[in-house]
């Protein structure tokens, strides 16, 4: 039985941000937004540092080396937040 499915490729191909959402396009020509809440680092960062991202993990992972945050597409597919902070 054949399928006419594309295999799904979730590395990442580029980052984005609007107002309140983190925007993050997929190989594949998927794109996931986020409320930008969800994540406090990037939200408290600056326009310069969210700029400055870097694809990790095999491009399934993105690293903002300014914040030293780190977030991987299967999180982000499967709406996971940041924990909560420990303090």
């Known amino acids: 039985m054949g399928s006419l499915a594309t295999a799904a490729d979730e590395r990442v191909k580029s980052v984005s941000f609007d107002a ?7 190989m594949d020509g998927r794109s996931v937004a986020v409320p930008l809440e969800w994540y406090p680092r990037l939200a408290g960062a600056s326009e310069a540092q969210r700029a400055n991202w870097e694809i990790a993990g095999g491009g399934y992972g993105i690293h903002w080396p300014d914040i030293d945050e780190d977030l991987s597409t299967e999180g982000l597919l499967h709406g996971a937040p940041a924990p909560a902070s420990a303090h």
């Not at 309140?20 to 997929?26: A, G, T």
């Open 20 to 26: 309140e959402r983190l925007i993050v396009d997929l």
